[in-house]
């Protein structure tokens, strides 16, 4: 159980163009879904926080007009980098808190190869 | 801004040899703590978290962590290794009623056979 799915797996696109990631609860149902960005051999670094239904909650930092997030279901939250730019090439990773669990529980999704040539 | 310290970023041992990874964190208030597991190719799983009690916490797969509050510091031990264990660990805190987490760098663990 609490399986976190994500898709694509990995993308390469042109700078400028814009890229959706889907995060996917596949088996629970998720108030609060979390998106981070980690660099190589570097820590994950959280962006944005998102609850359905409601606005994205974003870091100090991080641009929310170039990273959208919306969380328009209990099972799907959506990261679109728009006009990206090589910059933006990094690893992305959702995860999802159980609505009916702990607040604290986080599960991870496998994450998102984001290449941008 | 919180920040979480992992040191020694690679770690390499022998099988059936003991690890212990540190974990110091900056904020001084309540904290929940976490450890988390990336084996190769996979996602990060939870393998042992702190909220309040007993400062020794058990894991899965024979994992255990220390909550010293005096030092700030969460650490993980294992008393003996296997190749399996072969995986990124990362510590992770949370403020007290807050679920956002803050990571380390996290330590790249390889266990010789």
């Known amino acids: 159980g609490a399986v976190v799915s994500q898709h694509p797996s990995w993308v390469i696109c042109k700078s400028g163009t814009s890229v959706k990631i889907e995060c996917r609860s596949l088996d629970f149902q998720a108030t609060t879904m979390f998106w981070y960005r980690q660099f190589p051999k570097q820590s994950l670094m959280l962006m944005a926080t998102?609850?359905?239904?409601?606005?994205?909650?974003?870091e100090q930092g991080v641009e929310k007009d170039k990273f959208l997030i919306n969380h328009a279901s209990l099972t799907l939250s959506t990261l679109t980098v728009t006009s990206a730019h090589p910059e933006d090439s990094s690893f992305y990773i959702c995860?999802?808190?159980?609505?009916?669990?702990?607040?604290?529980?986080?599960?991870f999704g496998p994450g998102t190869r984001l290449t941008v040539t | 801004a919180q920040s979480v310290s992992q040191h020694n970023h690679h770690v390499i041992l022998s099988e059936a040899a003991s690890l212990e990874l540190g974990c110091n964190y900056s904020?001084?208030?309540?904290?929940?703590l976490f450890w988390y597991v990336q084996y190769p190719g996979q996602h990060l799983q939870l393998l042992l978290k702190y909220f309040s009690g007993d400062p020794l916490v058990k894991g899965i797969k024979g994992f255990e962590a220390e909550f010293i509050k005096s030092k700030f510091s969460f650490n993980l031990r294992k008393p003996s290794v296997q190749w399996s264990d072969t995986a990124e660990y990362f510590c992770?805190?949370?403020?007290?009623?807050?679920?956002?987490?803050?990571f380390g760098k996290g330590n790249q663990v390889v266990v010789i056979p």
């Open positions: 904020y001084g208030g309540t904290v929940n």
């Open positions: 995860s999802a808190s159980p609505t009916s669990g702990s607040d604290y529980e986080q599960y």
């Open positions: 992770a805190v949370a403020r007290y009623g807050n679920n956002r987490l803050a």
């Open positions: 998102s609850n359905e239904g409601s606005k994205a909650t974003y």
